[in-house]
């Protein structure tokens, strides 16, 4: 089997145990059988949990009526997490919702491997909570539905990843019905079956996929065989066909800088990450946020990178492909030396994650802390949406018209020029004014960013 390359961080590592007990009375680790396995073969979510944490401590009603209603959402929290109203704030998406463009009639399609069993018991949890509406949630399984094996940590790490996916997709777009299309399994060939069938059938306006792997590594078993018909032109051939359809397709970068897992899983490559890599493809780097964290009032950002405190596999990915040349639109950025990436950036700190229900592996109505690239390609996906029905109509390959309005729109990105992704001592990009391949174009204000998007089309 190929190793997985999971991009999603739901990340809580063990050296922040004793600060969430302080600031989290309720919190606990959990089994290790929900921490997702580092070495197995196929593409990985941008999901670590080394493991993550249960939240259960609400707030005291004072701070609930501002906002808050866990522990790590009042300010003075030593471990601060963010809930729906905080990250809509922050960015910009509230002002879009608050118009009436929350993705109604617009389609979100999340990719994902295996499945999660209690899905809708989780994002109805989730709904209630943080007092969202009630979702259309389609569920399709393409290739069959795999058995859910609670003892499996791969499935365990893929269920914690479509538990974030989901609800984060749903939070930025809440009108948006959403598509859950699952892979039987992590190999790439069946993620890209999945993705074919949801390309073909065009099941959505917007496409988010939070796994990736290095780019040589892609089709490959971890024994060095390959699997047919899985190449990264054949794939490069399906994000074509989304683009003639006028589909909108995001792919997390990753969560260890410039590097990627060697196909055989061993040790660390320096490697752009695939499918985020592919030009037609918006990848999504991560930056951290600092906002209040009751309100979400904007603060500051910076490259994502706790390796100090969660290891090598905390880092916003970012880097330059070694298989596609600089596209039309970076050529505008100076010599480059081929497709660089992240194009954009978003959220992805662990102390500063976002909350998220998931209960495959734990007690129904459990909250925990995520964090990681994968959770800015759904959110990314989400306010995409809103801008599509802003637009009347699907906006397709975006990546032409993001660096435009970046050279042209002041305002409409939140430019990070500070920060820097070198992981494990190996390679690594220093954030600057402009585009940089630690944070890309920035994170997004949504407000002018819509505008702006909406009026390219």
């Keep these: 089997m190929k190793r997985s390359t999971r991009r999603a961080a739901v990340v809580a590592a063990a050296a922040l ?59 003075g929290a030593s471990v601060v997490c963010y809930g729906p109203q905080q990250i809509r704030k922050a960015y910009g998406i ?49 290739d069959g539905l795999t058995p859910f094996d609670p003892a499996d940590a791969n499935m365990a790490g893929w269920a914690q990843e479509i ?62 065989t390959t699997q047919p018909g899985t190449t990264l032109a054949a794939q490069h051939r399906i994000f074509a066909r989304a683009a003639a359809q ?28 695939t499918p985020a890599s592919d030009p037609l493809v918006t990848s999504v780097g ?9 309100t979400g009032t904007y603060q500051r950002e910076v490259v994502w990178n706790e390796e100090k405190t969660f290891g090598a596999r905390a880092v916003g990915g970012g880097g330059f492909s070694s298989v596609y040349a600089v596209p039309a639109f970076q050529k505008s950025l100076g010599s480059l030396p081929s497709r660089g990436v992240p194009d954009v950036s978003y959220n992805a700190a662990i102390n500063g994650g976002v909350l998220v229900a998931y209960s495959a592996t734990a007690p129904a109505g459990s909250f925990y802390l995520f964090g990681g690239t994968s959770s800015g390609s759904p959110q990314w996906a989400g306010i995409t949406a809103d801008i599509a029905q802003l637009n009347q109509g699907s906006l397709g390959d975006i990546n032409p018209a993001l660096y435009q309005i970046a050279r042209k729109t002041p305002g409409a990105f939140h430019d990070i020029t ?30 002018a960013l819509a505008l702006a998007l909406a009026g390219a089309r």
């Design 418 to 447: 500070k920060g820097q992704n070198g992981s494990g001592g190996i390679g690594g990009f220093t954030a600057g004014t402009g585009w940089d391949a630690a944070s890309g174009l920035g994170t997004p204000q949504v407000g």
């Design 286 to 294: 991560g930056t951290q946020l600092f906002a209040n964290p009751t």
């Design 94 to 142: 509230d002002t879009l919702i608050n118009a009436g463009y929350g993705g109604q009639g617009k389609t979100v399609v999340i990719v994902d491997a295996y499945q999660s069993p209690t899905i809708v018991a989780d994002l109805a949890a989730f709904d209630q909570v943080f007092g969202l509406p009630d979702p259309n949630l389609q569920i399709v399984a393409p």
């Design 17 to 75: 145990t004793a600060t969430l007990a302080a600031s989290l009375s309720g919190a606990g680790s959990v089994s290790p059988s929900a921490a997702p396995a580092v070495a197995r073969s196929g593409a990985r979510p941008a999901v670590s949990a080394n493991p993550p944490h249960l939240v259960t401590e609400r707030a005291p009603v004072s701070a609930k009526a501002a906002g808050a209603l866990f522990g790590c959402q009042v300010p």
């Design 163 to 224: 538990s974030l996916d989901v609800q984060w997709a749903h939070a930025t777009a809440p009108g948006a019905k959403i598509v859950l299309a699952l892979a039987k399994s992590n190999n790439d060939s069946d993620l890209q079956s999945a993705l074919s069938y949801v390309v073909d059938h065009r099941l959505g306006d917007v496409v988010s996929q939070s796994f990736g792997e290095a780019e040589k590594c892609y089709g490959k078993n971890a024994d060095g």
């Design 246 to 273: 006028g589909m909108t397709v995001f792919a997390s970068a990753g969560d260890s800088g410039s590097t990627e897992l060697s196909c055989d899983g061993t040790h660390s490559i320096l490697s752009a990450s």
